[in-house]
């Protein structure tokens, strides 16, 4: 398997012939103060299979901060990947929505992907102090 796409940005949709498209991709976000909460955005997931892949797969997707709490509840998504005869490879794509995202300190985040329990990819996000200059 190959992640060919792990992204948070500020969003994310798939169009009816299944193309993935993606607004604003970002791993920063400033703020006068905490906890801060981010309105909407989304993580977009593109993911590519071998034909000898094909079968039952499992994705967690977890968010933790840099102590390695959970700063959202664990996603697990279960779907089988199937390839057409005709070929070698297969992708699925999707976009997860994250409304009212709560972040308690400035620090560092991780968002982070497991495949069948393997950590196959992980996408940084750092909270930062934002200085008013007068």
């Known amino acids: 398997m190959k992640v060919e796409v792990f992204t ?15 607004l604003s991709t ?19 997931v593109r993911l590519r299979f071998d034909k ?5 797969k499992t994705l967690k997707l977890s968010f933790i901060d840099a ?3 959970k700063v959202l509840h664990t996603l697990e998504k279960s ?9 070698s490879t297969g992708s699925i794509s999707f976009p997860l929505l994250l409304q009212q995202l709560k972040l308690k300190t400035f620090g560092d985040y991780s968002i982070n ?18 200085s008013v200059r007068h």
Do not use: W
């Not at 069948?116 to 990819?121: E, K, P, R, S, Y």
């Open 113 to 130: 992907l497991a495949m069948d329990g393997d950590l196959v990819a992980d996408v940084p996000l750092c909270v930062r102090l934002h």
């Open 79 to 87: 779907f089988t990947i199937s390839i057409p005869s005709n070929s």
């Open 26 to 44: 970002f791993d920063t976000i400033t703020a006068t103060q905490i906890p801060i909460v981010y309105p909407t955005c989304s993580l977009a």
């Open 52 to 56: 000898i892949e094909e079968g039952n």
């Open 8 to 22: 948070l940005c500020k969003a994310a949709t798939i169009d009816s012939s299944g193309s993935l498209s993606i």
């Open 67 to 69: 102590d390695g709490k």
